[in-house]
């Protein structure tokens, strides 16, 4: 239902939501899978402009983006393998975008599928796309709810703990800093698990420094969290 009001149109908040539903659903993932051409991938880039403002925008509930989270994320991911560094970037910040508004409603079968594609981006050509997907991975494990097993999905954290480890250990000392603060936040998840994944690379690292703020970090924490 819509009404004018001052000669501008105001729709009902609902209605609202549902043409923005369909919009996601009918034209924009559409639209985000992959053909050959510049034309279809300047259209790709546009779909994922299109997708990071409704979600930024407020425009879609979380229990819709959870009915079509299925279909969007895998077409997500191949967005962040695109040649265009702006759809890498627009598709990495959709990801964070989406984690920020139901990460923590997601199974842990769907947030497993999510970190290993980021993990890529952080290899990226691009830094801005290396720091957003930094950022995307700091909101990854802030969704990890008290239903994410840290013992049953230990390979997970295993392999992510791993593979932030070796950009500890970036050249670029801002990098470095960054990593430090998303392995701080994720270190209550499996602080032993961690503690041996970082000393085991402490050594091999090019400096010590940032494994032994890491390795400090872990150490004050409750002593029952160490007990994983």
């Not at 923590?104 to 993990?119: G, Q, R």
């Not at 840290?150 to 480890?165: D, K």
């Not at 470095?176 to 499996?190: C, M, R, Y």
Request: overall charge negative; glycine content about 4%.
């Amino acid at each position: 239902m819509a009404y004018w009001t001052d000669s501008v149109i105001v729709c009902h908040p609902r209605h609202f939501c549902d043409e923005s539903e369909r919009f996601l659903s009918d034209v924009l993932l559409p639209n985000l899978v992959w053909h050959a051409g510049r034309t279809a991938a300047a259209v790709r880039t546009s779909a994922l402009s299109c997708l990071l403002a409704l979600l930024h925008g407020g425009a879609i509930t979380d229990g819709q983006l959870l009915c079509l989270e299925e279909r969007l994320s895998p077409l997500v991911f191949s967005a962040l393998e695109e040649d265009s560094q702006m759809s890498r970037l627009l598709a990495c910040r959709s990801l964070s975008a989406t984690l920020e508004l139901i990460g923590t409603s997601l199974h842990h079968e769907a947030l497993n599928k999510i970190y290993p594609e980021l993990l890529k981006r952080l290899d990226d050509s691009s830094e801005e796309v290396r720091s957003v997907a930094m950022q995307a991975v700091g909101l990854w494990l802030s969704s990890l709810t008290k239903d994410y097993n840290p013992e049953l999905c230990a390979p997970h954290l295993q392999l992510l703990f791993q593979q932030l480890l070796l950009h500890l250990d970036d050249p670029d000392s801002s990098v470095q800093d960054q990593v430090l603060e998303v392995l701080k936040k994720g270190s209550s998840l499996h602080p032993s698990l961690l503690q041996r994944e970082a000393e085991a690379v402490r050594d091999k690292q090019r400096s010590p420094l940032h494994c032994d703020l890491l390795l400090q970090h872990i150490s004050t924490l409750p002593t029952q969290t160490l007990q994983h």
